[in-house]
């Protein structure tokens, strides 16, 4: 049938099914455009591996470097005895200030005041007139001891070489083990290859010790 012979019913239903036509292809066309939008003004985001990466570095603080410290123990004639945390290289004369300093009829000819810290080290100030105990002893030592007052690497005892300023009992024990495996020192400068012991340690014992 052709157009002219169509009802007025058979037109309105022709109207309305080529209206719904152009409404849909309307649709489509925008749907497309603001797919096409939205793409194009989305943020781009990172892999997931890069993601993770990158929050791993957001989240995991900065690692600085801490100056190691030594703790001591400070006795006799200062005005606030007692342990103490200083800087590792820190000083006899540094403990006695973080002490409080000297308290009244300190005897500091007795003292080195200028013997490096080591940790667990026992800082024992004494009186004037006063018998320095046998366990502090090492702290009165003092630069340009005479050779007689030398502890003998190769002769000394345990608790001899525990008198030697940061000479504890563990590297006491390691010097005489060394001793025992290998034989006596030829110099000073070898008890560098007793575990432990390092440059520090050699420069600071340097004075109290002898190898003859």
Known sequence: MLPGEWT???RWMAGTIGLLIIVIA???IYVGWFEDGQKEDAPEYLPIAQSAEVKEKVDTPEVTEEKSTVVIDVKGAVKHPGV???E???RVEDAIAKAGGLSSGADISRINRAQPLTDGMVVYIPTEGEELPTSYS????KEGSAEGDKVNLNRASADELERIPGIGPTKAAAIIAYR???GLFSTIDEIKEVSGIGEKTVEQIRPYITVP
């Open 8 to 10: 007025p019913r058979e």
């Open 26 to 28: 309307g649709l489509v």
């Open 84 to 86: 103490l945390q200083l």
């Open 88 to 90: 590792n290289d820190a």
């Open 138 to 141: 090492q702290q009165a030592g």
């Open 180 to 182: 025992s495996e290998h």
